[in-house]
């Protein structure tokens, strides 16, 4: 059974960091591209970073290029994304998810709440 589990989310300052994860179980992690995605309260989802699984290469909106950082351990079938000078504006629940076999999975999300 596939499975992925966010944790990381949390209250934080206008220019603060966090750190998220998603730890991975069920299927073969390090052969597959996994994402991040968001969503805010009211709207609908939005993809914010992905990593592939053999190059590695990385992917951002552009709303977050040069503040976020996504990166993956295969050894510990986890992916994380890294938020530095985080704004009001990326308060939303963060999923992280995979396309396996033509299948999205996702993730419960964790919460992120950006405020002073």
């Known amino acids: 059974e596939v499975q992925l589990v966010e944790s990381g989310g949390g209250l934080v300052q206008p220019g603060g960091s966090l750190r998220l994860s998603c730890a991975a179980s069920g299927f073969t992690f390090g052969s597959y591209d996994m994402s991040w995605v968001r969503q805010a309260p009211g709207k609908g989802p939005e993809w914010v970073s992905a990593?592939?699984?053999?190059?590695?290469?990385?992917y951002y909106v552009d709303s977050v290029k040069g503040r976020f950082t996504i990166s993956r351990d295969n050894a510990k079938n986890t992916v994380y994304l890294q938020m530095s000078s985080l704004e009001p504006e990326d308060t939303a629940v963060y999923h992280c998810?995979?396309?396996?076999?033509?299948?999205?999975?996702w993730g419960q999300g964790t919460q992120v709440t950006v405020s002073s």
């Open positions: 990593i592939h699984a053999g190059s590695g290469n990385t």
């Open positions: 998810n995979a396309r396996i076999l033509s299948q999205l999975y």
